[in-house]
């Protein structure tokens, strides 16, 4: 089992459409929880960052942290040609060893 | 305030040749990450240091890669020999400390023919 599994996609939605990003993680100690955008041939930028458990919003992204379930994801209101990118999803272990884990990253279309 | 430093951008080698990428962290950052991301991959961490100290290194590749970070601002990542299987680009990170966000270079894309 991967440390932090995605599903790698491509994931196509309908512009103005919600999208889903989903990530699963193995191990239950993890304490901080990262969303990266990653366009094609650059590096990874920071989208949101959760540490608790329940939703977070800023715009029109709102991440949602489920620790019991070992389950974070990632949902894109009103989505946009622009936000069509590679979506990292990052563990962080913490408790010591604050090693981040990355998936390989969902592939996202949004289709005009 | 600058970004996180990487160069060469670009860099085509032969295999057994070596090669050396430099990364210059935002400042402040007490922490420096580099990792390797391999097309169609997330990036995999290679090391880690906190100041000029190595916190990780578990994932590095210590017969051909090493890497340093004297006086705990620059860093250098080598690579000798390459292989084939190098290819990949190579990300320089920093935050402020362990736990903290990671804020990425640009990166230096590798080919080895």
């Known amino acids: 089992q991967k440390e932090v599994e995605q599903n790698s996609g491509p994931l196509s939605v309908p512009e103005g459409a919600i999208a889903s990003l989903n990530c699963t993680y193995s191990d239950r100690v993890s304490q901080s929880f990262f969303w990266y955008r990653q366009y094609s041939g650059k590096s990874p930028e920071l989208i949101m960052s959760i540490y608790s458990n329940g939703d977070k919003e800023d715009g029109r992204f709102t991440a949602q942290l489920n620790k019991a379930s070992q389950y974070v994801s990632l949902l894109i209101r009103d989505s946009q040609p622009s936000d069509s990118a590679t979506y990292l999803c990052?563990?962080?272990?913490?408790?010591?060893?604050?090693?981040?884990?990355f998936g390989t990253g969902t592939r996202l279309k949004v289709l005009a | 305030e600058a970004g996180v430093a990487q160069s060469p951008r670009y860099k085509i080698i032969e295999k057994r040749q070596s090669v050396a990428f430099w990364c210059n962290p935002i400042?402040?950052?007490?922490?420096l990450y580099w990792y390797q991301q391999i097309l169609g991959q997330g990036p995999k961490l290679l090391i880690q240091f906190q100041n000029n100290g190595v916190v990780d290194d578990s994932q590095l590749p210590k017969d051909r890669f090493s890497a340093e970070r004297l006086k705990g601002v620059d860093s250098t990542l080598k690579i000798q020999p390459a292989k084939l299987e190098d290819s990949a680009v190579y990300l320089c990170a920093s935050s402020l400390g362990s736990g903290n966000i990671q804020y990425f270079g640009a990166g230096t894309r590798l080919s080895v023919l």
């Open positions: 990052a563990v962080n272990k913490g408790r010591g060893t604050y090693k981040y884990i």
């Open positions: 400042s402040g950052h007490a922490t």
